[in-house]
Structure formats: structure tokens, C-alpha cells
């Protein structure tokens, strides 16, 4: 199959999709360390109750990384033709706009770290209006 426009975007795509599923893994396994991408830190002050509804409300965040991932990998890999492409650039304009709401968390709620989100956001989102546009 000869190299395209599109399937360089589906490429993309999948770098994206491992990259969500990585954060996940990451989130369900190191919840305190996920929690430093929105610039929050467990205090160790904090009850052991809070401590678990933290950790539970981190992996809960992880598993939807990995859904997004997952998502964005069975788009690439099994969409075909014009339609497929279309599916997945519209999953990687909603995956663009969950980062934005990720950013307007932490700047807004945390006060800081909202461009480890913002930053990628557009990237995402050009490669799934080049999608949708093929």
C-alpha cells in the first residue's frame, strides 16, 4: 500500500492513541505521579478516606486515557476508506477537546498546568480536521 497523506494521519493517530493509553497505564498504576500532569500533589496531611477517593477518581481518569486510546486505534486500524477516516478524525476532535477541558481544569481550578494540555491539543485537533477533510 503506497504511503499517503491519510495513512500518515492514521499513523499519527495511533502515535496519539499510545501515548493516552501510556498516560492510563500510568494513572492506574501511579496515581499520586498521574495527578502532577494537573499540577496537584497528595498532601501526606490528608485522611486515608480522601486518600482513596483520590486515588479511585485517578484511575477511574486513567481508564478513560486508555478508553480514548483504544478508541483511536480501532478507528486507524479498522476504518477503511473515506468513512473510516472521517470516524476517526471526529474521535481525535473530541479526544482534542477533552484536553481543552483538562487544560480549563487546571488553570481555572488548580490555578496552573493547563499547558501540558493546551499544548497538544492543537496537534490532535489539526490531524483530525485533516481527517475529516480527506
Known amino acids: ?8 494521519l492514521c499513523t499519527a493517530s495511533t502515535v496519539f492513541a499510545t501515548i493516552f493509553v501510556g ?6 498504576l501511579r496515581p499520586a505521579h498521574a495527578l502532577t500532569f494537573f ?39 479498522f476504518g477503511k476508506g473515506k468513512s473510516g477516516e472521517k470516524v476517526l478524525g471526529w474521535i481525535l476532535l473530541a479526544t482534542a477537546a477533552q484536553a481543552v477541558v483538562d487544560g480549563v481544569v487546571c488553570k481555572w481550578m488548580v490555578g ?15 490531524t483530525g480536521a485533516l481527517l475529516i477533510r480527506s
Open 39 to 77: 499540577e496537584l500533589v497528595m498532601s501526606p496531611s490528608i485522611s486515608a478516606a480522601d486518600q482513596n477517593l483520590i486515588e479511585a477518581m485517578t484511575v477511574i481518569y486513567g481508564a478513560r486515557d486508555i478508553f480514548i486510546g483504544c478508541a483511536i486505534y480501532v478507528a486507524a486500524f
Open 1 to 8: 500500500m503506497p504511503f499517503t497523506r491519510a495513512s500518515a
Open 23 to 28: 498516560f492510563g497505564i500510568n494513572a492506574i
Open 112 to 126: 496552573d498546568g493547563e499547558w501540558a494540555h493546551w499544548g497538544y491539543a492543537p496537534v490532535v485537533a489539526i
